[in-house]
């Protein structure tokens, strides 16, 4: 199994990324919270650091409100296992602008690296797809990234949970603005509205 | 499932708090409704269901609804999540989310475990219900009876949705009736 695991985590999201146009973005807490920062930040990124199992859902709300852009979940293993019933949630609904990419590196990263029920060979990708996600699939190379990024950037026929299988590693802390007050604001000044 | 929910909505047969709740939340624009069943919700979530400018959306688990809560707001859409007082302590560490961006956010919790209650296994969640939101940050309104409903729902919206408060109307189960027993 660890030899699928080759890609690192900054360029894998950043090459996903790169060609974002008007999508919005919900981060997992932790290292997909830095990584999408790493990558540039943005007023349509919506970074927790905190509520874990929680980034799905808040994706999740978002998509309905705002069934005309795509909206990608960037978060990690362990967060998607907190919140696992989610992918059912997520499922009834089938949005066709969710996408949720969980860049999977078997581990709980922040927490001094035990394994994970993914880790231990739960797939997540198979998980959506019994929930009734219409497009499911892993990444494990750089084309594989290619077609997420094209997949993510587009309205589909519903839901999309997309696995990257990411090297567990260490990477230097990109830390964006922990305010939730302000990356609320933000997010909604994006959108067009006001504060409250 | 629905001989269950029949069984279950004996007790609650008519329901009139339910079309008081769905007026104060189509007053108010909320457009998502998350929740997870209840017998005292039964019509309330069968209305919501089927008014066509809401979206109804069933949970696995009530913390989801806080989640859903915060990112219909950053998209500009008002939520309501309906549930019933046990569902209050799967909640706990998901509140801190509206604390932490100041998230509006109404709940309807119909209460267990308190009057003429018959399962022991409710009482404990429901007499902490209270204090389990409000050591959150969420203020709780307590109703008991009917005629209070319709214009503590009004306010509660207000407080949610222009005060940029968590707000938890709590449905008394003397107010509601006691699930009945049904063999």
Known sequence: ?196 | MSAISETETGAHADSPWAPIIFDALQQANVRQVSYVPDAGHARLIRMCSAAENMKSIVLTTEEEGIALCTGAWLGGERSALLMQSSGVGNCINMLSLLASCRVPFLTIVTMRGEFQEFNPWQVSMGRATPAALEIMGVTTIRIDRLEDLAPMMASAATMAFESDQPIAILLSQSMLGAKKWLK
């Not at chain 1, 950043?14 to 007023?43: C, E, N, Q, W």
């Not at chain 1, 696995?163 to 305010?179: C, F, K, M, S, W």
């Open chain 1, 1 to 196: 199994m660890a030899e699928v695991n080759r890609l690192h985590r900054r360029q894998a999201v950043a090459d996903l990324l790169a060609d974002r146009k008007d999508m919005l973005i919900v981060t997992g807490l932790g290292s997909p919270t830095y990584d999408v920062f790493a990558a540039g930040d943005h007023p349509g990124n919506f970074y927790l650091w905190g509520a874990m199992g929680g980034a799905a859902l808040t994706g999740l709300g978002l998509a309905l409100a705002q069934p005309e852009r795509p909206v990608t979940v960037v978060t990690g293993d362990g967060e998607q296992l907190m919140g696992i019933g989610g992918l059912a949630t997520i499922g009834v609904q089938r949005p066709n602008n969710l996408s949720i990419v969980v860049l999977d590196n078997g581990h709980y990263g922040e927490t001094g690296g035990q394994m994970s029920h993914a880790g231990a060979g739960i797939n997540l990708a198979e998980m959506a797809r019994v929930c009734g996600f219409t497009e499911c699939f892993e990444v494990t190379d750089e084309a594989g990234i290619a077609r997420a990024r094209e997949a993510i950037g587009t309205i589909g026929e519903g839901p999309r949970l997309i696995v990257i299988r990411i090297v567990h590693e260490e990477t230097p802390r990109a830390l964006p603005a922990r305010d939730g007050v302000w990356l609320k604001a933000r997010m909604r000044e994006h959108l067009g509205f006001g504060p409250n």
